[in-house]
Every structure is written in C-alpha cells, then in structure tokens.
C-alpha cells in the first residue's frame, strides 16, 4: 500500500503539496505515482519565477517505461527548483515526500488551497 | 480472464507487479526493472517465457513446407538441435511474425511471438495445401525459462548437475534435450544464456532453486531495455505485416540461396530490391536530454537541403549507458546525424549501426 502522509495536500494528478511556515508550498510526486511509474530517469523542471494558473503542465517526469506531466496544483509563482532531482531522479522513487521535491510555490491565492484533497480524500481516490 | 503461467504464484511470492500481456497476466517487474537489467548484464536474471508459443511441425514434408513458409532456409541446420531465426512473410513481403526453429528428431520446433498465435497459427494451416505427411502440434503443456547473463549457464548447472551432460558444448544458437527438458543456447538480452522448455509441473521447483541461487527474477520491463540495448526486433513495434525485413535491419535472415527456393514474399523482395530499398532500421543515440520512445518523428538532413522524416519504432532510457537510446526507420540516405522531435522539442541524435549492447559492454563507435 502507498505511502499517503496525513500531514500533506494532494491533487488527483498525484502531486502532493506542504504548506510551510512563510505561507508557500513545497510540491512533489506521491508514493502512489512513483509506483506506477517505474523507475526514474529523467526530470524537467520549470523555470525559476515562472507563473502557473492551477493544473498547467509545468514539469516532465520520465520513467524508463513512460513519460508523464507534473501539473502546478494551484495558480502561483515558481520560487525554488529542486535542480539535485536532475542529475538524481532516482531520489523521486527512493524518497518522494523528501529530498526528491520538485518545486516551491508562492501561491497566488492562499484559500485555494482549502479545496485541495486531505490525505483520506486522496488515498480513497487511488483506490477507486 | 486473462491467462496464467505455471509460474503465476511464484512472481505474486516474489512481488511482482502484473500486467496483462497478449492476454497473458505476466509480470512487469519485481520492484526495479533497472536492477534486473544490471543483473543480467552483470550476474544473471531469469524471465518467464512461458507465454510464447511452442509449435512442432513433424513428418516427411516438414522441410518442404518451412522452406515455403519462411524466409530463413531450414535446410540450413544441418544437425539436430541446430537453431535459426527466421521472418514469416506475407506474400508482400510484410512481417507476419519473427521465430526460431530449431531442427528436432522428427522434424522442427518454432517458438514464436504470444501476441500473433492466432494469426500465426491460421497462417500456417493455411499453407498446409499441397503437403501431405505433415503434422502440426501446439505444445502448451511446455513452460520456458530463459536464464541469461554472464553466469547464468553456471547457475543452471549449479542447481540442476545433471542438465551438465545437455548443456556443456552448446554452441550459441543450438539446443538439446534431456529427459523432456529442452536447453537450448538462445536468448534475447544480448548476454549468454539458456532459454529452456521444461514441462510445466517441473518449472516452480527449478525456478525457487534458481532464486534460492541468486539469480534474479526479471520482468517484461527489463526484457524490453535488455533486447533494445542488443538491438533485437520487438515483433509489432520494429516490424509488422506492412514492413518488410529490409527494412526492420533483417536483410541477414533472408536465405536468396538457393535462387529457385519460392519462399512466400520472396518475389516482393525481390521487387523491392530491384526498385531500391527506401528505409534502413538504425540505432539512435540521443545526445541531449529526455527519452526517446515510439512513434516519435525523426527529422533527417539528406544533403542538397532536402529534409526527410523516419520515426523512431522502440525507444528507451538504457540503463547501461546512462542515455537514451532508440531504434528507428529512417530514410536509406541517412547520415550520422539526425533530429528526434520529443513532446515538441528537436533533440539531436547520433545515428549508429546496431547493436548498442552485447556481452555486458558498449559496442558502437
């Protein structure tokens, strides 16, 4: 069974989201689709300072079975790029909640991210 | 529901992760298609191949009839056990499957693609016509384990001494039997190696004593980046029915010897020949970043500014040389060089003859 921690948001594309102290957001792949996907070998991540409207395309994750998009889960502004994934995607398999986070987000509307999937919403939804 | 292989409870006890495969439910990987490659490459690995399709052809006419139906020459092999790998061809010359026959006591054994049994099957009864000693016979109480890598023969003889008598002096691309276990020297990973047909009640004890011996349970996954590295045909991605083996990189499995053998498709080779081959199946090395994979187009530089366009017909991530590699049809006057659009990007590619891999090591220049 995949790892769903209770303290993390999540969209039904996969991605889980961390609110931190400051009022950003740290997104990553989850367990789940870390599973699915096979092992990782090749990452693409957006640009520092790009704005993304909620669930635009805005980073590549390829396994050697497939290619797959990463969807900004909410509207915002990238602040950070975790650029160690891109020579170390095999972190995305080993540590998904952990060192292999994808990007930080400064969010363009906080509320939004009342409606994000809570961890129960999101384990049932890879169930169905 | 989908079919099983005797081995069926034995990959669930080894974690693997099924999918359905041509109706068969098969395992993909046991946790990391990667280390199983490396295994392979490195140590051994053992896949379930039970799901191919064995077929005995006996009886007096049994050469005749294959000389007919395939455009390898059986009479090739020379002495039994002998293997050949040979097309099946429609009469345009397009792929209708890939096999191995192998020449037996009483005539010959193929081994051909799960996916295209039914189709193989019908096509071959259909060109029963005119042989009269001939027998067909499906033998799906046979499983097959092929053992590859460089210590896999040694882990075979390991856990099974008395198979030494059948295996030692095997040449590549040769079998014998012993008891009703058939071992033959054959593979597709591009590593040394067994692909052995085993009756199916026999296979699970033979497979715990291999695991038990550290040879590593390997899935689809890995058998797929294995045969691409070793630039072998995947039937269906690299070749199909509206393909000729001229150009799916088969030209050498083509017996034009002797001129007078009437093979099915010869004279649409022939023709195609005579007119001039317009594709040639090639590696392709990337050399920027991502994967490549298949139906990507390939964007080629012909001279005299005139572009032409192939595309890529398997491709992957290879986990022994860290890159991206891929097989693709590109036009016959292809360079070194190319361009692979990948999700709307043009990455550049070096353009190499196959193989990429063999015996654990990089072979290309």
Not at chain 1, 57 to 63: G, N, P, R
Not at chain 1, 66 to 82: L, R
Not at chain 2, 53 to 66: C, E, M, P, R
Request: charged letters at 25%; aromatic letters at 8%.
């Amino acid at each position: 069974m995949a790892n769903v921690p209770a303290d993390l948001k999540y969209v039904a594309s996969h991605e889980w989201i961390r609110t931190e102290a400051d009022g950003t957001v740290t997104i990553g792949i989850t367990d789940f689709a870390q599973e699915q996907l096979g092992d990782v070998v090749f990452v693409e991540l957006p640009e520092a300072d790009a704005e993304f409207d909620a669930d635009a395309e805005c980073a590549v994750v390829e396994s050697v079975k497939a290619a797959s998009d990463i969807f900004a889960p909410i509207a915002g502004k990238i602040i950070a790029v975790n650029e160690e994934l891109v020579d170390a995607p095999e972190k995305v398999n080993e540590d998904p909640y952990g060192e292999a986070w994808f990007f930080k987000m400064e969010v363009a509307d906080a509320a939004a991210l009342d409606a994000l999937m809570d961890a129960d919403a999101y384990a049932a939804a890879c169930e169905g | 529901m989908a079919k099983r292989t005797a081995l069926y409870a034995k990959h669930l006890e080894a974690n693997a992760k099924m999918v359905d495969f041509a109706g068969w439910d098969m395992p993909i990987h046991y946790g990391s298609q990667i280390q199983e490659h490396n295994a392979v490459r490195e140590k051994s690995g053992m896949f379930d191949v039970s799901h191919m399709t064995i077929v005995d052809i006996n009886g007096s006419d049994a050469t005749d009839y294959l000389q007919q139906l395939l455009a390898n020459d059986v009479a090739r092999l020379q002495e039994k056990g002998k293997a050949l790998y040979s097309a099946m061809l429609n009469q345009d010359g397009g792929v209708i499957d890939d096999l191995i026959v192998y020449k037996t006591d009483n005539g010959y054994r193929l081994v051909v693609n799960s996916a295209t049994r039914t189709k193989d099957l019908e096509w071959m009864e259909r060109n029963l016509r005119g042989f009269g000693n001939l027998s067909l016979t499906e033998r799906p109480e046979l499983a097959m384990l092929a053992v590859q890598g460089p210590e896999a023969i040694s882990k075979v003889k390991l856990v099974k001494p008395e198979a030494a008598t059948a295996i030692d002096g095997l040449k590549v691309f040769q079998g014998r039997s012993q008891a009703n276990w058939f071992f033959a020297r054959t593979g597709y990973t591009g590593e040394d190696g067994l692909e052995i047909m085993i009756p199916e009640a026999e296979i699970a004890d033979f497979w715990q004593a291999l695991q038990e011996a550290d040879v590593q349970p390997c899935g689809l996954g890995a058998r797929d980046t294995l045969r691409l590295e070793a630039g072998m045909n995947l039937y269906g991605n690299d070749m199909d029915e509206t393909i000729s083996p001229l150009q799916a990189a088969m030209g050498w499995t083509i017996a034009w010897e002797p001129t007078d053998r009437a093979f099915i498709g010869r004279d649409a080779l022939e023709a195609e020949k005579d007119a001039g081959v317009a594709n040639k199946l090639v590696g392709l090395v990337l050399e920027g970043r991502g994967v490549m994979r298949s139906h990507q187009k390939v964007l080629v530089d012909l001279g005299n500014g005139e572009q032409g366009e192939g595309e890529v017909t398997s491709g992957t991530f290879s986990p022994t040389l860290q890159n991206s590699i891929a097989m693709a049809r590109v036009p016959k006057a292809t360079g070194e060089t190319c361009h692979v659009d990948i999700r709307g990007k043009q990455v550049p590619a070096r353009v190499i003859k196959l193989p990429f891999v063999r015996n654990g090591k990089k072979v290309y220049e």
